[in-house]
């Protein structure tokens, strides 16, 4: 089993920036990929980013490149998103997902073995 707990969400301005931490326990030794989707009120939950184990693939949806960064510190087992110039429609409960036993990212969420419980991120205009 593998628990994921998210942080740092919030409601900021737009142009704001946050950065959202997931800091995962239990099984944490076994090379998970990472990944970051949200999901807005009355919308399907979408793909936001998406990181290898090691760090050296990274995968971002359209609307947030350039914008958003994920990076992980696997020595402290957490995994960051860090989100600038924020925009009204990027307000979304914000979730991370393990691939567990999966080195390599997805942009698929059901490829995704083990969910946080969300972190509310509200960007007014």
């Known amino acids: 089993q593998v628990q994921l707990v998210e942080s740092g969400g919030g409601l900021v301005q737009a142009g704001d920036s946050l950065r959202l931490s997931c800091a995962a326990s239990?099984?944490?030794?076994?090379?998970?990929?990472m990944g970051w989707f949200r999901q807005a009120p009355g919308k399907e939950r979408e793909f936001v980013a998406a990181i290898s184990w090691s760090g050296s693939s990274t995968d971002y949806t359209d609307s947030v490149k350039g914008r958003f960064t994920i990076s992980r510190d696997n020595a402290k087992n957490t995994v960051y998103l860090q989100m600038n110039t924020l925009k009204p429609e990027d307000t979304a409960v914000y979730y991370c997902?393990?691939?567990?036993?999966?080195?390599?990212?997805?942009?698929?969420?059901?490829?995704?073995?083990?969910w946080g419980q969300g972190t509310q991120v509200t960007v007014s205009s």
């Open positions: 997902a393990a691939r567990y036993r999966k080195t390599w990212p997805s942009i698929i969420d059901y490829e995704y073995d083990y």
């Open positions: 239990g099984r944490t030794a076994s090379r998970d990929a």
